[in-house]
Structure formats: structure tokens, C-alpha cells
């Protein structure tokens, strides 16, 4: 992510995820649409959400210091 790249977490229900992942985890090329036929909507600030989405969380990343690696628990 770069500083002020936009993000949006979608928060799915129980039985709602199988056509989101097989969608997302497939390669894309620059520019292709990675949502393909999945039903989405525009909030006000711009972002697409994944119109099965119970929940979402719009954010921007203000500065470099907001960025966290994840870590891996094995």
C-alpha cells in the first residue's frame, strides 16, 4: 500500500465467502476489474464494497508509520 492508498475491509457473512475468494484469488492484469461479476457498490468517498457485505470499514493511509507488516504464528 502507498501513503494515501485507499482500503476497504468488507466484513461477509457466515456461507457468504466461496464466490468472494474463488473471485479474488485469481491472477489479474493491470487494470482488470479484480471485483469481475461480484455485486458491488460505490460508497460516497469512492471506494467499491462488496454489496454482500454486512459491515465495511473505508480508510486511508495518512503517513508510512501506518503501515504494520503482518506476522506470521507458526
Do not use: W, Y
Amino acid at each position: 500500500m502507498l501513503v494515501g492508498g485507499k482500503f476497504v475491509l468488507n466484513v461477509l457473512g457466515q456461507g457468504k465467502s466461496a464466490a468472494v475468494s474463488k473471485q479474488l484469488l485469481k491472477p489479474f492484469k493491470p487494470g482488470e476489474n479484480r471485483f469481475g461479476e461480484l455485486p458491488t457498490k460505490q460508497t460516497e468517498s469512492g471506494n467499491t464494497i462488496l454489496a454482500d457485505a454486512v459491515s465495511h470499514k473505508c480508510n486511508a493511509l495518512p503517513s508510512c508509520h501506518s503501515v504494520h507488516t503482518a506476522k506470521s504464528h507458526m
